[in-house]
């Protein structure tokens, strides 16, 4: 009983931590029998880059989706902003309104203008009137560069191009915080640059982020921390330096290795 | 042969009268499949399970029996065993849209599955509700790849709506078959009742294929 008191005061204690804008606290979730996180916590805090890096099918992807809960995970909480956004009584819909997403592949809206996507969720999900929200769309669509496309289709831009369009349809939403799942993975090589460019000026405008990616110079250059995750668990987690220097564990210099000798430290494939 | 001529353009009104009544049959049913079409589609894709499961129920049900069975099970039969008192028209209506919602459920389905769940996960993610996403992003991208195979289904039930003949719903065949019977000129009659069935087949699929154009989403011109 005491015990418990204890842990309930330390949580709360946590909890009002300011600085601490995402808990995920021993994420769980298997698909039938497969398991693709087994326990996973972490934090982040308000203004950081926190960069996830991988090897493929270890669960990086899953585990955005289990802090949005586009995915619900089989066990553990997420907090954020000090709220347990895995609490059933949450409105989800509400939470999501607050937390950015840039997918792999774009994910745009087809039928709707680069306008549009932005748009759409200040008019339909937060109840914007249409002036007001064409003209913070326009902000963001020039922020990211494509001030000059906003009457453009998705099918009609480059993949940089919409990349960038729904980064600014994250952001127009004022997110706490935004999840990229492996942003420039599905781009040619000379598209990368102008997301990571985005990216990086959003780093620096202290956006929080949290990004799955194989961007290795990125990570390098914009994360204040690194999550290595293999098998379904964070193998180590720590300063972008540390880790690229002098990891901890033989596994991490294994796959830095490896990923460096394929994709080069700039992120482009050599 | 002038004869015939004659005939036909002396009995075209009295068909044609019948070709209003054919349309709204069809209007009316394809509606009404419409509604049900979509509901069943989206039930299908996105609902729980036991209302998935009445879906596909229902689907196996009206695309199993013979739409003239359908018809008689449900005037002669269902309608006036609830003493459900239903003019042949509406009772058509009826049946010809409860039929038709079962294949254009299966064209929506289609639709809706060829987007990938990339949209779905899109809409929510930016906060959407399941609905929202649905009706705003969902089904217009849907909606505009259901044209060619909706377009099919306007064919079909243009063409199946004659049956309705049978319950005495006073359509073109209805009308053909009331002048065939009284002059004999079976063929020139019949003749003209089918052709006036390929341009309302033909218009229609026009008409549609115009629309399918005009909300063709941009950049997927080709």
């Given at each position: 009983?005491?015990?418990?008191?204890?842990?309930?005061?330390?949580?709360k204690?946590?909890?009002?931590?300011?600085?601490?804008?995402?808990?995920?606290?021993?994420?769980?979730?298997?698909?039938?029998?497969?398991?693709?996180?087994?326990g996973?916590?972490?934090?982040?805090?308000?203004?950081?880059?926190?960069?996830?890096?991988?090897p493929?099918g270890?669960?990086?992807?899953?585990?955005?989706?289990?802090?949005?809960?586009?995915t619900?995970?089989?066990?553990?909480?997420?907090?954020?902003d000090?709220?347990?956004?895995?609490?059933?009584?949450?409105?989800?819909?509400?939470?999501?309104?607050s937390?950015?997403?840039?997918?792999?592949d774009?994910n745009?809206f087809?039928?709707?203008?680069?306008?549009?996507?932005?748009?759409?969720?200040?008019?339909?999900?937060?109840?914007?009137?249409?002036?007001?929200?064409?003209e913070?769309?326009?902000?963001?669509?020039?922020?990211?560069?494509?001030?000059?496309?906003?009457s453009?289709?998705?099918?009609?831009?480059?993949?940089?191009?919409?990349?960038?369009?729904?980064?600014a349809r994250?952001?127009v939403?004022?997110?706490?915080?935004?999840?990229?799942?492996?942003?420039?993975?599905?781009?040619?090589?000379?598209?990368?640059?102008?997301?990571?460019e985005?990216?990086?000026?959003?780093?620096?405008?202290?956006?929080?982020?949290?990004?799955?990616?194989?961007?290795?110079?990125?990570?390098?250059?914009?994360?204040?921390?690194?999550?290595f995750?293999?098998?379904?668990v964070?193998?180590?987690?720590?300063?972008?330096?540390?880790?690229?220097?002098?990891?901890k564990?033989?596994?991490?210099?294994?796959?830095?290795h490896?990923?460096?000798?394929?994709?080069?430290?700039?992120?482009?494939?050599? | 042969?002038m004869?015939?001529?004659?005939?036909?353009?002396?009995?075209?009104?009295?068909?044609?009268?019948?070709?209003?009544?054919?349309?709204?049959?069809?209007?009316?049913?394809?509606?009404?499949?419409?509604v049900?079409?979509?509901?069943?589609?989206?039930?299908?894709?996105?609902?729980?399970?036991?209302?998935?499961?009445?879906?596909?129920?229902?689907?196996?049900?009206?695309?199993?029996?013979?739409?003239?069975?359908?018809?008689?099970?449900?005037?002669?039969?269902?309608?006036s065993?609830?003493?459900?008192n239903?003019?042949?028209?509406?009772?058509?209506v009826?049946?010809?849209?409860l039929?038709?919602?079962?294949?254009?459920?299966?064209?929506?389905?289609?639709s809706?599955?060829?987007?990938?769940?990339?949209?779905?996960?899109?809409?929510?993610?930016?906060?959407?509700?399941?609905?929202?996403?649905?009706?705003?992003?969902?089904?217009?991208?849907?909606?505009?790849?259901?044209?060619?195979?909706?377009?099919?289904?306007y064919?079909?039930?243009?063409?199946?709506?004659?049956?309705?003949y049978?319950?005495?719903?006073?359509?073109?065949?209805?009308?053909?078959?009331?002048?065939?019977t009284?002059?004999?000129?079976?063929m020139?009659?019949?003749?003209?009742?089918?052709?006036i069935?390929?341009?309302?087949?033909?218009?229609?699929?026009?008409?549609l294929?115009?629309?399918?154009?005009?909300?063709?989403?941009?950049?997927?011109?080709?």
């Open positions: 009983m005491v015990m418990k008191t204890k842990k309930r005061r330390d949580v204690k946590m909890l009002k931590d300011k600085d601490i804008i995402l808990k995920a606290e021993d994420i769980y979730k298997n698909y039938g029998r497969l398991e693709v996180l087994k996973i916590s972490f934090e982040v805090k308000r203004g950081e880059t926190k960069v996830v890096i991988g493929s270890t669960g990086k992807s899953t585990l955005l989706r289990c802090i949005n809960q586009l619900s995970p089989d066990k553990g909480r997420v907090w954020l000090g709220v347990e956004i895995t609490d059933p009584r949450v409105d989800i819909n509400k939470i999501r309104s937390i950015g997403m840039v997918f792999q774009f745009l087809a039928h709707l203008t680069a306008l549009d996507n932005v748009r759409i969720g200040l008019t339909k999900v937060k109840g914007m009137e249409k002036q007001k929200a064409t913070l769309a326009m902000q963001e669509l020039q922020r990211v560069g494509l001030g000059d496309k906003v453009s289709y998705p099918a009609q831009l480059s993949g940089g191009q919409q990349q960038r369009v729904s980064i994250a952001l939403m004022n997110p706490k915080l935004i999840l990229f799942d492996e942003p420039t993975s599905a781009l040619d090589p000379e598209l990368i640059g102008e997301v990571l985005v990216m990086i000026n959003l780093a620096k405008e202290g956006m929080t982020m949290l990004v799955v990616s194989h961007e290795m110079g990125f990570a390098r250059s914009v994360a204040n921390e690194v999550i995750m293999e098998h379904g964070i193998v180590e987690e720590g300063l972008p330096q540390q880790l690229f220097t002098k990891p564990y033989k596994r991490t210099g294994e796959f830095l490896k990923i460096i000798e394929l994709y080069g430290e700039s992120g482009e494939r050599k | 042969m004869k015939d001529l004659i005939m036909i353009y002396q009995v075209l009104p009295y068909l044609l009268k019948g070709s209003v009544v054919t349309i709204g049959l069809i209007a009316g049913a394809l509606g009404l499949g419409f049900i079409g979509i509901l069943m589609a989206v039930e299908q894709i996105y609902g729980s399970k036991p209302i998935s499961k009445i879906a596909s129920l229902y689907i196996w049900f009206f695309r199993g029996v013979p739409i003239l069975v359908l018809l008689f099970l449900f005037y002669f039969g269902l309608f065993l609830i003493n459900l239903l003019s042949a028209f509406t009772a058509g009826l049946v010809l849209g039929r038709s919602a079962a294949y254009q459920s299966q064209i929506f389905r289609g809706i599955q060829s987007l990938g769940s990339g949209q779905m996960q899109a809409a929510r993610s930016i906060g959407m509700s399941r609905f929202k996403a649905i009706w705003y992003i969902i089904l217009p991208q849907a909606l505009r790849i259901s044209i060619p195979g909706w377009s099919n289904e064919a079909t039930i243009l063409k199946d709506s004659a049956v309705t049978a319950i005495g719903v006073v359509e073109i065949l209805t009308r053909a078959s009331f002048i065939a009284k002059n004999f000129k079976t020139p009659v019949y003749l003209t009742c089918a052709v069935f390929i341009i309302l087949t033909y218009g229609g699929a026009k008409l294929h115009l629309l399918e154009k005009r909300v063709r989403i941009h950049g997927y011109e080709d």
